[in-house]
């Protein structure tokens, strides 16, 4: 097990970043709400950051997997976790990207109750231009008053414009404490495509399936959508 009183991952790189783990992690052992399971920074420009973890569970006070490029265009991040998420305040998953696409695939349960808390959301993924494809099988808080997500189940947010698409497939079942907003958002400022595709039980956001932009827009459910 890898524990730490802020993160318990922490990679601050310019170029290429590999993350494996197989492990469990705790970031914020000191159990004060700041420290995250693994935290990312990437200032390259045209680099790839790959973060895959497996065979264990991560627990944070922040976010259990925070991934951001903070330099220049181009970096491409790709995340794949099959590891437990409970985080206290924060997201299971959160990248923030520029114009390279993102890509990231979660097949977890992410709960948001750990330090005795609630988490912000369950999975959220911030591009400018750069593509977005969000693939989630684990579920997403859980039912029961107090134990779903604060905000939103799975975010996707693509804010600069351009043709290139956002994506989520979802197969989980996601619960958003009431007051919430969504339980699916995929957005674009541009032209691609958008495609929601939904299979998992949603219980109960403001808004159960949400997808927005300015072409082609397509929200697919087969299962109970609750709002």
């Known amino acids: ?64 997997i925070l991934v951001t490029a903070t330099g220049g265009t181009g970096v491409t991040i790709n995340v794949t976790n099959t590891d437990s998420i409970d ?5 299971g998953i959160l990248t923030n990207g520029n114009t390279g696409s993102t890509t990231i695939v979660n097949k977890g349960n992410i709960a948001g109750t750990a330090f005795a808390s609630a988490s912000t959301a369950g999975i959220t993924s911030n591009t400018t ?3 977005i494809s969000i693939t989630n099988n684990g579920n997403i808080g859980a039912a029961g008053a107090g134990n779903g997500v604060n905000t939103s189940g799975i975010i996707a947010n693509h804010t600069g414009g351009g043709s290139n698409t956002v994506t989520v497939v979802n197969t989980g079942n996601i619960f958003v404490d009431t007051g919430g907003t969504f339980g699916i ?3 674009t400022a541009g032209n691609g495509a958008v495609l929601i595709q939904n299979s998992g039980i949603i219980d109960p956001p403001s808004v159960g399936l949400s997808g927005s932009g300015g072409g082609q827009v397509t929200v697919q459910t087969s299962a109970n959508v609750t709002a």
């Open 1 to 64: 097990a890898i524990n730490g009183a802020t993160d318990a991952i922490q990679v601050n790189s310019a170029g290429t970043v590999n993350v494996f783990t197989a492990n469990n992690l705790t970031g914020d052992t000191d159990a004060n709400g700041s420290g995250n399971g693994v935290k990312v920074t990437n200032t390259g420009v045209g680099t790839v950051v790959t973060v895959d973890t497996t065979g264990g569970a991560i627990k944070a006070g922040d976010n259990g």
């Open 87 to 91: 985080v206290k305040s924060g997201t």
């Open 129 to 131: 231009t750069g593509q």
């Open 185 to 187: 958002r995929a957005f």
